[in-house]
């Protein structure tokens, strides 16, 4: 692979490239120096649904690397941006989101992203602004029987079929266009995935998991209400191996609590940011976990 150019002082251009799917494993050790829970599986699906743009060092190994995620036509989500520890402070990691909202301009969507306390600062110069805080939890195990659902509400496994109706439910709530990342999300780890439904079958909340590289993931959670969500998620947590992950909006007091009494954790948080203005994004009030900060 050709040489590319040293770290660029800020306002010189980078030599910025596409990232192909087939470049996941060459591009994982980056989020793995972060200390990130992506795994393989998780970086060869976003760079098939997205496109990826990243730079290059000397020895043609990647040194940073960015993701634009399209969820509908409206809207795109702006992630895995990272620049390798040596060549960080040298503009790669602006140089980068300028690419990647030049590519959600040019398609006419909105920009949106959760950014850690390190990507914060390169943001909002750019234009973002704050839209909600989200905290990450860490836990190793329910402690004790998962909450029950409220009366009238019963939770299953999501099949197949869920599958669309699912994506009909989600989109008004959490303000995204994102079939597909549910569908592989579901369909990736069967057993980690649960509808609430009511007595009439109606769709009243969804879990999603997935494996990572240090822990289980679990989101997103959507629901129609804390208790549907806070018994998804004991659900799911049962279900499937820990250590877990959950990144949850602060707005929810009463997960905070539960999560607490799981010896949860809470490490570092995320702030959720928008370049524009996207419909319902700016209300977690039915979101009560992410897709994660990579998916959204
Ligand atoms: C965040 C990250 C991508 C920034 O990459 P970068 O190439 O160093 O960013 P830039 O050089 O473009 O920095 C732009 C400006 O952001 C601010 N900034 C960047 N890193 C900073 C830090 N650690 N502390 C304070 N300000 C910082 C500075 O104002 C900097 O300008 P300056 O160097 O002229 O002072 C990089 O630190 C990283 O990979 N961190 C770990 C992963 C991560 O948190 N990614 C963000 C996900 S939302």
Redesign the pocket.
């Known amino acids: 692979m050709a040489s590319t150019d040293a770290a660029a002082a800020?306002g010189e251009s980078l030599d910025v490239r596409p990232i192909d799917a087939d470049e996941s494993e060459r591009v994982w050790p980056l989020s793995v120096e972060?200390g990130w829970n992506q795994n393989l599986a998780d970086w060869r699906f976003m760079l098939g649904a997205g496109r990826g743009f990243g730079c290059i060092g000397p020895d043609g190994g990647w040194q940073?690397s960015s993701l634009v995620l399209p969820l509908g036509r409206q809207l795109a989500w702006i992630s895995m941006?990272?620049?390798t520890k040596d060549?960080?402070?040298?503009?790669?990691?602006?140089?980068l989101l300028k690419r990647c909202i030049d590519e959600v301009r040019a398609a006419g969507a909105v920009a949106g992203?959760?950014?850690?306390e390190?990507?914060?600062?390169?943001y909002l110069p750019l234009g973002f602004r704050d839209l909600y805080p989200i905290a990450r939890w860490h836990f190793d195990a329910v402690t004790g029987a998962a909450m029950p659902p409220p009366a009238g509400v019963a939770l299953r496994p999501v099949a197949v079929a869920d599958l669309p109706r699912l994506a009909l439910y989600d989109r008004p709530l959490s303000g995204m266009e994102r079939p597909s990342i549910l569908a592989h999300l579901a369909l990736r780890q069967p057993g980690r995935a649960w509808v609430a439904e009511d007595a009439a079958g109606k769709i009243v909340g969804y879990a999603l998991g997935r494996e990572g590289r240090v822990a289980t993931s679990l989101g997103p959670v959507v629901a129609d209400s804390e208790a549907i969500a806070l018994a998804l998620i004991g659900r799911a947590a049962t279900a499937a191996p820990g250590p877990f992950i959950i990144d949850v909006p602060s707005a929810h007091a009463a997960v905070r609590p539960w999560l607490e009494a799981q010896g949860a954790v809470t490490p570092r948080g995320y702030m959720r940011m928008t370049l524009g203005t996207a419909d319902r994004l700016d209300d977690p009030s039915h979101v009560f976990a992410l897709a994660g900060?990579e998916l959204g």
């Open positions: 800020p972060a940073a941006v990272l620049v060549r960080r402070r040298g503009g790669v990691g602006t140089g992203l959760d950014a850690t390190q990507g914060r600062p390169i900060p």
